[in-house]
């Protein structure tokens, strides 16, 4: 490690020399010293707002007469064929009907409360007809209207649709911003964004100044950053009277809302949906021609924990529910199931792979019902793919060319995405396999039948062991409700729920809100550097608010990444990560790349693990893909080296022109690659104009390769994401303090190797499935731990002394410590002060 030290080193002294920061929005943040971060921390939020200037008289000529052009331009376009085509349909959305009670309800309250069925037309038509009727009144030219949408996907594609329903382009009066990219014109009135564009916004414009409508969508949903939205915007009210705001769920839980805001009018727009027949478990089994006896296999099926506390619950609540399991298990034996019990067995357990119950539903469909599309509704990735290539050639479900089957999933292909939303040829079933995003956020007109497995993949939060965990659980009522809605869209349908109707009846009414089941660290940086005040004081302001314990945990993780300081004051770092669009630790592992000259392949690491992985893992060929991206690691002992490898060469071959060829040859996904190349060059667009880069960096040649330091920034952005390696004779052992033993992901270079000689991992995720998993990581030395984990004081540093236990003796040789506590130091400084 001579080598990094030396780097370290001169690094440290060049830079120490140099003038701080010049320019750019992260420089102004530099320059507010500590003191000035706690003054406006105690100042609060809203008090800087500036009075709003008066309109001059010609400028409001200028504006009206504007707001005039554009409502000329709307009744033209409605004049032309495809503008009278668009209008009917406009008209024949539910949402017509209620518009003016709509619009008078929030032209006389400041917040209005809609619900409504999914597909009535509360996204693409409310915004519009508060576009439509401040231009009416020649505020056209000034209103402004921000919608926010939970994911980037549907702000992207309802602005489209919005401005084809207004005969214009993408970027006129219509537009959207998501992360890192957006259509926005200086015109553009109405903005679909998602919700954390608008938090973003809020950073550097704290009282939306200009803003006439914020209209939050999907807050059913309870994601947590419309969860957070929702408390800033309540704080934000009383000093904007004029601010509008709007909420729309697709349920009907709108009290909750209505009295968060103090009693808002609630609007119910009543939806037209067909009537939709519903089966439960019971008449499924009966209609595929299977009749049960006993029930004694389905303790077997007790090996899913949560039916078995289900089934205990239903015990304790209702003797009477009970004794209805007990008959539906009864009914529900599987033993004349097929002729596989085990794996019919397992269907009532989706996250394992069985079948039969699905497969069964889908030919009894594709036999005996009439047309229409198939919608089933899965708990993952895997499942789906796994189905899918099992039913691509099933003789139950009949000739396979009179079949469609696809999987729907967030990141696939836009080619595909149209086949799930074309109506197939006559003649021809599809079948959209989908997780549960299908069942608000998409539309699939001519979905006739749902299949409902029960249950979802949702992430959750052990605040205990400050793990996130991704489990299948059971869904609540009201997304089962939601599920079996999508099947009534066109004419009447069926809905086939894969459970019991006691099962059903047990389900919680609503999913928990998602800030009560994730970590919370970005949004407490966020809470900090939008001077909110404390962070507890705050979260507690919410809907529901969740545990001391996780937001303690979230504290005292981005102390020990020196984003905050002891007080819980946003430092320097903790503002520049504040200000990133990415998690902490990415944004910490940029600043460093850029502070320690070696950004490009950092770009690399951090742009990949902010979309996702390029190494492609097919069923069929996993080890042809595994023993290709082991080419890529070399002796490394680095999922992230590898990832720098495939791209380097990925480059290389599309200057070749057989960039396709090579991530074909590699198991690579071009598309990932290709989106992981845009992102790096954004990220680098973003540094430049921090400040942090000098303008003789810029080319790619000028910056380290040094694999070393590579790996030491790598560490620095993922500490304290580390375990502790322990090389047995036939198996290597891996601790984190949290969690004690962990595993390695079968997807991780290091999972096959025989021994890592190395004494930690750093790693960038890890995840409870049944053990805790580890994804990508990277193999360190002490001295990299020593030198860039987390952040050091004194007594920081003797723990960490504690914690490499072993080591210690090495590092107490005092001139050797000495040196790196010095060392360190000087990084410190380097990063909280420059
Ligand atoms: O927001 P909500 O679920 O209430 O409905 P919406 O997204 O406003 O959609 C209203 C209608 O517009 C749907 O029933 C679709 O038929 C149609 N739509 C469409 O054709 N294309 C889109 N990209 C979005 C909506
Ligand atoms: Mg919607």
Known sequence: HFNLQRKVDGLLREYLSQRPMNRGSLSDSASTGSNNNRMATDEGFFDHQEPQKPISAV?????????????????????????????????????????????????QNQVVVVSGETGCGKTTQLPQYILESEIEAARGAVCSIICTQPRRISAMSVSERVAAERGEQLGESVGYKVRLEGMKGRDTRLLFCTTGILLRRLLVDRSLKGVSHVIVDEIHERGMNE???????????????????????????????????????????????????????????????????????????????????????????????????????????????????????????????????????LSHICKNERPGAVLVFMTGWDDINALKDKLQSHPLLGDPSRVLILACHGSMASSEQRLIFDKPEDGVRKIVLATNMAETSITINDVVFVVDCGKAKETSYDALNN???????????????????????????????????CVY????????????????????????????????????????????????????????????????????LGRHLSMLPVEPKLGKMLLLGAIFKCLDPIL?????????????????????????????????????????????????????????????????????????????????HLLKDTGLLDDDLTSRNAWSTDEHLIRAVICAGLYPGICSVVNKSKSITLKTMEDGQVLLHSNSIN???????????????????????LRDSTAISDSVVLLFGGSISRGEFEGHLKMLEGYLEFFMKPDLAETYLHLKRGVEDLIQNK
């Open 604 to 684: 690399t690491v951090v742009a990949g693990l902010s979309v996702r992985d390029p190494f492609l893992m097919p069923f069929d060929k996993k080890d042809l893909a595994e023993s290709a991206k082991f080419q890529f690691a070399g002796r490394d002992h680095s999922d992230h080296l590898a990832l720098i490898r495939a791209y380097e060469g990925w480059r290389k071959a599309e200057t070749e022109r057989s960039g396709y060829e090579y991530c074909w040859r590699n198991f690579l996904s071009a598309q990932t690659l290709k989106a992981i190349d845009s992102l790096r060059k954004q990220f680098f």
């Open 467 to 501: 793990t996130p965990c991704l489990l299948p659980s059971w869904i609540s009522k009201a997304s089962a409700r939601q599920r079996r809605g999508r099947a009534g869209r066109v004419q009447s349908g069926e809905c086939y729920h894969l459970y019991p109707k």
């Open 227 to 361: 969860d957070f939205l929702l408390i800033v915007l309540k704080e934000l009210l009383p000093r904007r009277p004029e601010l509008k705001l709007i909420l729309m769920s697709a349920t009907l839980n709108a009290e909750l809302f209505s009295s968060y805001f103090g009693g808002a009018p609630m609007i119910h727009i009543p939806g037209f949906t067909y009537p939709v027949r519903t089966h439960f478990l019971e008449n499924i089994l009966e209609m595929t021609g299977h009749r049960l006896t006993s029930y004694n296999q389905i303790d077997d099926y007790g090996h899913d924990k949560q039916w078995k506390m289900q089934k205990q619950t239903l015990r304790k609540k209702k003797s009477q529910i009970a004794s209805a399991v007990e008959d539906t298990l009864e009914a529900a034996s599987f033993r004349e199931y097929g002729s596989r019990t085990q794996d019919s067995l397992s269907c009532w357990n989706p996250d394992s792979i069985g079948f039969n119950l699905i497969e069964n539903v």
């Open 59 to 107: 400028m409001e000529k200028i504006l009206k007469r504007k707001s005039l052009q554009l409502r000329e331009q709307q009744l033209a376009w409605q004049e032309t064929v495809e503008g009278q085509k668009m209008l009917e349909f406009r008209r024949g959305l539910p949402a017509y009907k209620a518009k003016e009670a709509l619009l008078a309800a929030i032209s």
């Open 505 to 572: 009846d047990a389900f919680a009414d609503y999913q928990l809100p998602e800030l009560l089941r994730t970590p919370l660290q970005s949004l407490c940086l966020q809470i900090k550097s939008l001077q909110l005040g404390s962070i507890s004081k705050f979260l507690s302001m919410a809907l529901q608010s969740p545990e001391q314990l996780s937001v303690q945990n979230a504290v005292d993780y981005l102390k020990v990444i020196g984003a905050l300081d002891e007080q819980e004051n946003l430092t320097v």
């Open 751 to 773: 999972a096959r190797e025989m021994k890592i000689p190395y004494p930690w991992l750093v790693f960038n995720e890890k995840m409870k499935v049944n053990s805790v998993f």
